[in-house]
């Protein structure tokens, strides 16, 4: 077997029908182009679902009080869980049941204390102002802003439960009325949500150094049960969960998205395979002549499979090209105008040159696959009949 | 000390079904000698012409070409006494359309020889020897028939084979180009191949030094007698 012959041939043989061979080039771009920013926007999606729900979320680590509301002494615990190791932030955080009211209308949530100079918060500030140490500024969600008519600049009525045991709720000073500015609104997930400083809710709680849960940040979010696991070594006291575990609803959305990629992946294999199985198969039986006349002359099978191989090869390696430059493009113009953009909720397609090259590399064997069963049916045609025209 | 016939066949029985096509041939061509062989249209010349050339294995009887016994080789030996034993020339669709002249003549050389520019020289050369050079760059599907044929014979000469198989080579020419392909196909026996053409037209049948009938699969005129002669120029 002699490859140069074989790739000459292959070449000769393609141009022979351009039409053919630009519908099979056209169908593994096509695959490549659409599927890779298919799968990159899907990624974008489980990323900013995973960003939103845990970077500007509850955090990757939870660690909640074993018995009762509060953790007690929780600055000194964030301080001790932030050293461990792939811990980027561990920041506490407090809640209080409260009653929000502007414009005669009103809403009951449960107000966030927050620490304003942490780096990670639950939230993402779409309008207005980040919150700073202050016990007359809060921030509302974006949906809670709507149905109580408030923006940026108004004032709320809020009453925060401060009691830890309802059989104090009607003391007189088992709440508290407080008159906040509306400092910036937040989007999606805290949408419904309201957040002050953590040293006035705290504060008021009667501890400043209280607090519901310690939040723990780590950089990949794959290795949260691992830290978690760390922690509870850290703290046995605690309830500590992992996100995984925590929020059911983030992990099958998660999962969702994952299936819907592979999902996407093999569509894109498919609608590679397919046509250029079809085309190639077509394309050797339009050849059978030319393929008695190689016998004739002496090619072998092993000649005859590489040459017809090599056409595939030849067509997944245009195709996978072509298909790579149109996929980059399309992504660079979803990243500039996102399919999604909602309350700071932005899906921008996630690509890496890994990924790239990694589907690039798949489509191009699955062209090289696609054609091998053509390459060997035009390796065991029986030239006699063909070359006698009776078939 | 002879060498061994370029051609040899015995008792070739080739069945399809429960038809037999090629009944008992019995055929010997020495180097140097054209044959060929006529008959009807279906009574087993093209089958006899494709056992002899490998391109179908007899169900009985023993074959020898160029002393080598393609009937014991592996598919991937046979296609090398093909690509070096045997030359084809057929009726038709001879070329691949997609080549040149040029690279239609040097396919066989650049497989056999692995050098391409070395394969290219030797069908420049060739291509010129026919009368073609200013056709060598053309692609095989504007050629006339004529000169297609003409490549083709340059083609199936290119490797120097011992034997040479044509199949109605002149079926679908006129006469002037008829006679280019015959005189092209008569220097074959000149540079000492063997020569087997397949031919309806018994004016093509005597150019050949020795004419052979086929009927119902059979051999009308006994061949192993025959001596060898030399091709009439």
Redesign the interface.
């Known amino acids: 077997m002699?490859l140069?012959?074989a790739l000459f041939?292959a070449r000769?043989?393609l141009?022979?029908s351009l039409f053919s061979t630009g519908l099979m080039v056209v169908a593994i771009a096509i695959g490549i182009g659409f599927q890779v920013p298919s799968t990159a926007n899907l990624q974008g999606y489980r990323a900013e679902l995973l960003a939103q729900s845990l970077d500007a979320g509850f955090g990757d680590v939870r660690v909640r009080p074993n018995k009762g509301l509060y953790l007690r002494d929780a600055d000194a615990l964030a301080s001790r869980l932030s050293r461990l190791p792939q811990v980027t932030e561990a920041t506490p955080v407090v809640g209080a049941v409260a009653q929000v009211t502007a414009n005669g209308r009103s809403s009951s949530l449960t107000l966030f204390g927050v620490e304003p100079r942490a780096r990670f918060h639950p939230y993402r500030v779409v309008s207005g102002e980040p919150l700073v140490d202050s016990n007359e500024e809060v921030l509302i969600g974006v949906s809670l802003a709507d149905r109580l008519g408030v923006a940026v600049g108004d004032r709320l009525k809020v009453r925060v439960l401060l009691s830890s045991y309802p059989r104090l709720v009607l003391d007189d000073d088992g709440y508290g009325d407080y008159s906040l500015l509306v400092r910036g609104l937040v989007g999606f997930g805290a949408s419904d949500g309201a957040f002050v400083a953590r040293s006035f809710l705290a504060g008021e709680l009667g501890d400043e150094n209280l607090a519901s849960a310690v939040l723990i940040h780590i950089p990949n979010h794959e290795n949260a049960s691992a830290v978690a696991a760390e922690v509870v070594q850290a703290v046995p006291r605690s309830v500590v969960r992992a996100w995984i575990d925590d929020s059911h609803y983030l992990q099958s959305s998660v999962r969702a998205v994952e299936t819907l990629a592979q999902a996407s992946w093999a569509m894109g294999i498919l609608a590679v395979g397919i046509p250029v199985l079809a085309l190639l198969y077509i394309s050797t039986l339009h050849r059978r002549?030319?393929i008695g006349?190689?016998?004739?002359?002496?090619?072998?099978?092993?000649?005859l499979f590489a040459t017809f191989l090599a056409q595939a090869l030849i067509l997944g390696l245009a195709g996978a090209i072509s298909g790579g430059a149109l996929a980059i493009g399309l992504v660079r113009y979803l990243i500039r105008h996102p399919v999604f953009n909602w309350q700071a909720f932005v899906i921008r397609p996630v690509l890496s040159v890994r990924d790239l090259a990694m589907t690039m590399s798949v489509v191009l064997l699955t062209a090289v696959a696609a054609g091998t069963y053509p390459a060997w049916r035009a390796a065991r045609l029986d030239?006699?009949p063909i070359?006698?025209g009776i078939e | 000390m002879t060498s061994s016939p370029a051609i040899d066949a015995r008792g070739l029985v080739r069945r399809y079904a429960d038809r037999t096509v090629i009944d008992h041939v019995s055929l010997t061509v020495s180097a140097g000698e054209s044959v060929s062989l006529m008959g009807t249209s279906g009574c087993g010349k093209?089958?006899l012409l494709?056992l002899l050339?490998t391109?179908?294995r007899p169900d009985e009887g023993q074959l020898l070409i160029a002393g080598q016994d393609p009937t014991t080789l592996g598919?991937?030996k046979r296609?090398?006494?093909?690509?070096?034993t045997?030359g084809?020339v057929?009726q038709q669709?001879?070329?691949?359309?997609?080549?040149s002249a040029l690279?239609n003549v040097a396919?066989?050389a650049?497989?056999?020889s692995?050098r391409?520019a070395e394969a290219m020289d030797r069908a420049a050369a060739l291509l010129s020897r026919f009368g073609l050079a200013a056709r060598a760059h053309a692609k095989a599907h504007i050629l006339s028939l004529g000169e297609a044929q003409r490549v083709a014979v340059a083609?199936a000469l290119i490797n120097s084979p011992r034997v040479v198989l044509a199949?109605e080579p002149s079926g679908s020419l006129d006469s002037g180009s008829t006679n280019a392909v015959l005189d092209a196909l008569t220097e074959v026996c000149r540079l000492g191949a063997a020569l087997l053409v397949v031919t309806h037209d018994p004016g093509v049948a005597a150019r050949c030094g020795r004419q052979l009938v086929m009927r119902d699969g059979r051999l009308l005129q006994s061949d192993s007698a025959s001596p060898p002669a030399r091709a009439q120029a």
Do not use: K, Y
């Open positions: 002699n140069r012959i041939l000769r043989g141009r022979e002549r030319q006349l190689l016998t004739a002359m002496g090619f072998s099978r092993l000649d030239p006699s070359l006698r | 093209t089958t494709h050339g391109l179908d598919e991937r296609a090398r006494l093909r690509r070096e045997l084809f057929f669709s001879n070329l691949l359309p997609s080549l690279e396919l066989p650049w497989r056999v692995g391409r083609r199949d």
